[in-house]
């Protein structure tokens, strides 16, 4: 029941997600999955880069960046040969932009609240979802 309200909740995210992102210069795809990779929004079809891996690396990476004593973490960017990958939790959801080696970060980092507030409902389904499982 759950999982079928979430999956009518998808095109319409997916959507916002290109809405909200449409102009940000060098943006190639914009990634929503649960902290374990799987995914549940793109906006993109292009399989250059493994999202998925991303996704789950990222909250492993991030749970360990929140343990230098310095607050929580909130955005990892990285910047890769031919790629540049902004990361940002809204749990259970990670979101992932990936852009050229000229993506507009600072566009990017401007849209990620107005992101977060459209996947509220999302959010809420699957921690709904991962409370039935466990």
Same mark, same amino acid.
């Given at each position: 029941?759950?999982?079928?309200?979430?999956?009518?909740?998808?095109?319409?995210?997916?959507?916002?997600?290109?809405?909200?992102?449409?102009?940000?210069?060098?943006?190639?795809?914009?990634?929503?999955?649960?902290?374990?990779?799987?995914?549940?929004?793109?906006?993109?079809?292009?399989?250059?880069?493994?999202?998925?891996?991303?996704?789950?690396? %990222?909250?492993?990476?991030?749970?360990?960046?929140?343990?230098?004593?310095?607050?929580?973490?909130?955005?990892?960017?990285?910047?890769?040969?031919?790629?540049?990958?902004?990361?940002?939790?809204?749990?259970?959801?990670?979101?992932? %932009?990936?852009?050229?080696?000229?993506?507009?970060?600072?566009?990017?980092?401007?849209?990620?609240?107005?992101?977060?507030?459209?996947?509220?409902?999302?959010?809420?389904?699957?921690?709904?979802?991962?409370?039935?499982?466990?």
């Amino acid at each position: 029941k759950n999982r079928t309200r979430m999956a009518s909740l998808v095109p319409s995210v997916e959507k916002y997600l290109i809405d909200a992102t449409k102009g940000i210069i060098g943006l190639h795809a914009v990634h929503v999955a649960d902290r374990d990779g799987l995914t549940i929004a793109k906006t993109s079809s292009d399989q250059k880069v493994n999202l998925s891996s991303l996704s789950s690396t %990222f909250s492993s990476v991030s749970d360990q960046a929140s343990k230098l004593n310095l607050g929580q973490n909130k955005t990892i960017i990285t910047f890769l040969d031919k790629f540049v990958v902004v990361q940002t939790l809204s749990s259970p959801l990670v979101i992932t %932009f990936v852009g050229s080696e000229n993506l507009n970060v600072g566009a990017v980092k401007i849209c990620i609240p107005k992101v977060k507030k459209s996947l509220a409902g999302l959010r809420e389904k699957v921690e709904s979802i991962i409370s039935s499982i466990q």
